[in-house]
């Protein structure tokens, strides 16, 4: 527990309020009982792998800055039932299970059997957590409570889904990161007076709901031209390069857009065929795909400002 406190201190230092209950709950759970996988980097701040797939498909347990940031916009009491969509491995909810306290109620849902098998596991002898697995977390499972007070996503989605919006009552709340694959904001999703009003928490980049999703896919050929375009942007802005590279670099991201139809192979053949225009700007490429990770409650943490992963990324 000593292990946990500090890090604990450590977030609440780094100016997240960390609530007493949020506290206790996390002193009283141990990581062994919801991954086999290593979990010493938690302590560190960082997110912890609870599931792969055969296909690349990663979920993490998420970093513990970012369960203190969930759980406190939660706003949890005793008594309160939560929906909570997408496992985590069953830790997020175990913490609400115990905040809200026996007379309380959490609802988890996820669309993967596998994921639902595993979490089912590390939460046998929790009563008051009901797992479901549900095929789409845009349809509204069956025998859900009709109304809904606090609703927490897990995973990016673009939208709240409809049914969620319909069912949340006066002063009930959706906490979701809503945006795109890559980044979303933290969004606090409130009906007061009969109208949600969204409010955002600050900018996040969570993995998808279902572990599917997070399998890695191959960029086509227009993704791969929005890369080379902002990377454009970059070394402009930043005076990396020549005007004759920015110019080449613009011209292969133009031939780019006129394959769209282009299959992996071509694509792989084609960038090849221009690689030495990228290999000197190959740093700036990788920070492109790996900004920086914020870990306040990381015991080397510097004071650089990061961007809040949830997820470790493809």
């Given at each position: 527990?000593?292990?946990?406190?500090?890090?604990?201190?450590?977030?609440?230092?780094?100016?997240?309020?960390?609530?007493?209950?949020?506290?206790?709950?996390?002193?009283?759970?141990?990581?062994?009982?919801?991954?086999?996988?290593?979990?010493?980097?938690?302590?560190?701040?960082?997110?912890?792998?609870?599931?792969?797939?055969?296909?690349?498909?990663?979920?993490?347990?998420?970093?513990?800055?970012?369960?203190?940031?969930?759980?406190?916009?939660?706003?949890?009491?005793?008594?309160?039932?939560?929906?909570?969509?997408?496992?985590?491995?069953?830790?997020?909810?175990?913490?609400?299970?115990?905040?809200?306290?026996?007379?309380?109620?959490?609802?988890?849902?996820?669309?993967?059997?596998?994921?639902?098998?595993?979490?089912?596991?590390?939460?046998?002898?929790?009563?008051?957590?009901?797992?479901?697995?549900?095929?789409?977390?845009?349809?509204?499972?069956?025998?859900?409570?009709?109304?809904l007070s606090r609703v927490l996503i897990t995973g990016s989605v673009p939208s709240v889904p409809t049914w969620?919006?319909?069912?949340?009552?006066?002063?009930?709340?959706?906490?979701?990161?809503?945006?795109?694959?890559?980044?979303?904001?933290?969004?606090?999703?409130?009906?007061?007076?009969?109208?949600?009003?969204?409010?955002?928490?600050?900018?996040?980049?969570?993995?998808?709901?279902?572990?599917?999703?997070?399998?890695?896919?191959?960029?086509?050929?227009?993704?791969?031209?929005?890369?080379?375009?902002?990377?454009?942007?970059?070394?402009?802005?930043?005076?990396?390069?020549?005007?004759?590279?920015?110019?080449?670099?613009?011209?292969?991201?133009?031939?780019?857009?006129?394959?769209?139809?282009?299959?992996?192979?071509?694509?792989?053949?084609?960038?090849?065929?221009?690689?030495?225009?990228?290999?000197?700007?190959?740093?700036?490429?990788?920070?492109?795909?790996a900004p920086t990770l914020a870990r306040p409650g990381d015991i080397d943490q510097d004071d650089e400002p990061?961007?809040?992963?949830?997820?470790?990324?493809?």
């Amino acid at each position: 527990m000593e292990e946990m406190r500090q890090l604990l201190d450590r977030i609440s230092d780094s100016g997240i309020e960390v609530p007493q209950s949020v506290r206790e709950a996390m002193y009283g759970l141990h990581l062994e009982q919801f991954t086999t996988y290593d979990f010493g980097g938690f302590f560190h701040d960082r997110p912890v792998v609870f599931m792969e797939t055969e296909n690349g498909g990663v979920k993490t347990i998420s970093a513990p800055h970012m369960v203190v940031t969930l759980l406190h916009h939660l706003e949890l009491s005793e008594g309160q039932e939560v929906l909570v969509v997408g496992s985590k491995g069953g830790y997020i909810a175990a913490l609400i299970a115990t905040i809200v306290g026996e007379s309380g109620r959490v609802i988890l849902i996820d669309p993967s059997a596998e994921i639902v098998r595993h979490t089912a596991n590390a939460l046998a002898g929790w009563p008051t957590v009901d797992l479901r697995q549900v095929e789409s977390i845009d349809v509204s499972p069956i025998e859900l409570p009709g109304e809904l007070s606090r609703v927490l996503i897990t995973g990016s989605v673009p939208s709240v889904p409809t049914w969620m919006k319909d069912r949340i009552i006066e002063g009930g709340f959706v906490i979701a990161p809503i945006g795109d694959h890559h980044h979303q904001e933290l969004m606090k999703v409130e009906r007061q007076l009969d109208t949600l009003h969204p409010t955002s928490l600050g900018p996040v980049s969570f993995g998808p709901v279902d572990i599917v999703e997070s399998e890695p896919q191959p960029l086509s050929a227009l993704e791969i031209a929005d890369l080379i375009e902002t990377l454009i942007e970059t070394c402009h802005e930043m005076e990396l390069c020549e005007a004759d590279d920015l110019q080449q670099l613009g011209t292969i991201a133009d031939e780019l857009r006129t394959m769209q139809e282009a299959n992996e192979a071509d694509l792989e053949e084609f960038i090849t065929a221009h690689m030495q225009h990228f290999v000197r700007l190959w740093p700036m490429i990788q920070l492109m795909f790996a900004p920086t990770l914020a870990r306040p409650g990381d015991i080397d943490q510097d004071d650089e400002p990061g961007f809040h992963f949830d997820e470790f990324k493809p």
